[in-house]
């Protein structure tokens, strides 16, 4: 092979796209995530990111091999379109890899992040997930409920009357399929979610509590509703909460 046809061939080769999951809390990066995808991390010199910010407080723990102010983080918000995230993607065709990241965990699952995976996938490039913490995944290990069928439905509705309406209907879908039911809530509601599970669902569903996973504060707890009707509050206020319920 000539030298001419070596430059033609890897120029023609397409990047690959790296799904890089971020923490979920404030704790030590040798905690959650392993050092091989620590240093894939610190050597890419293009992101997609949910949010732009976290993106750079996460590469900033890692061993960069490039100054921050050279690396560049596009930011996937609601309002970018497919033509727009389609050009930031546009050097995968050339030969350039490119991170993808969430705000918290693993990017593309419950997250818009999903979007650029499938793109790639459009485009033939070859897409890369790297192992790292996922809060659902990990609260369902620890809740004991559940672990052959479940679903994450994401947020509740913030109306009350709604909200109630849903988690019945959740309540009732568990019990027909044995299915766990896992929801998240912004983090200064996690009170009023709290109460709204313990007062609206039966008595025997079992719940688990799954706070601030992989930090200091982490704090998992499994009860029937009628325990926790008998016991504290828990400290839940401010902290990213999953809640996972089983019926019977």
């Known amino acids: 092979m000539t030298d001419t046809q070596k430059i033609v061939k890897n120029t023609s080769a397409k990047g690959t796209l790296h799904l890089i999951p971020v923490g979920l809390g404030d704790s030590p990066i040798n905690d959650w995530l392993p050092q ?15 949010n732009a910010k976290t993106a750079r407080a996460f590469l900033k723990l890692t061993a960069l091999k490039h ?26 065709r050339h030969g350039q ?8 965990g693993c ?28 809060s659902i995944l990990l609260g ?15 947020y509740a509705p913030i109306e009350p009357a709604e909200r109630v309406k849903q988690l019945k209907n959740w309540e009732v879908l568990s019990t027909r399929q044995k299915q766990t039911q896992m ?7 996690n009170n009023a979610m709290f109460s709204g599970l313990i007062e609206n669902l039966r008595g025997n569903t079992r719940l688990c509590v799954a706070r601030s996973l992989t930090t200091s504060d982490e704090w998992v707890q499994t009860r029937t509703i009628a325990q926790w009707k008998a016991q504290p509050t828990p ?13 019977s």
């Open 97 to 104: 890899d490119i991170g993808l990241v969430s705000e918290a």
């Open 36 to 50: 091989q995808v620590q240093s894939t991390a610190a050597g890419l010199k293009l992101y997609i990111a949910e």
């Open 67 to 92: 100054p921050l102010q050279d690396i560049t983080i596009h930011e996937l918000g609601p309002r970018i379109d497919d033509a727009a995230l389609e050009a930031w993607m546009e050097p995968l």
């Open 107 to 134: 990017p593309a699952v419950a997250d818009p992040g999903a979007r650029a995976v499938t793109i790639a996938h459009n485009w033939g490039v070859t897409v890369k997930p790297w192992v790292g913490p996922s």
């Open 140 to 154: 369902l290990m620890a809740s004991g409920l559940e672990g052959q069928r479940f679903t994450f439905h994401g």
């Open 235 to 247: 400290v839940l206020d401010k902290h990213p909460t999953l809640f996972l319920f089983l019926a």
């Open 183 to 189: 929801l998240i809530e912004t983090p200064y509601r």
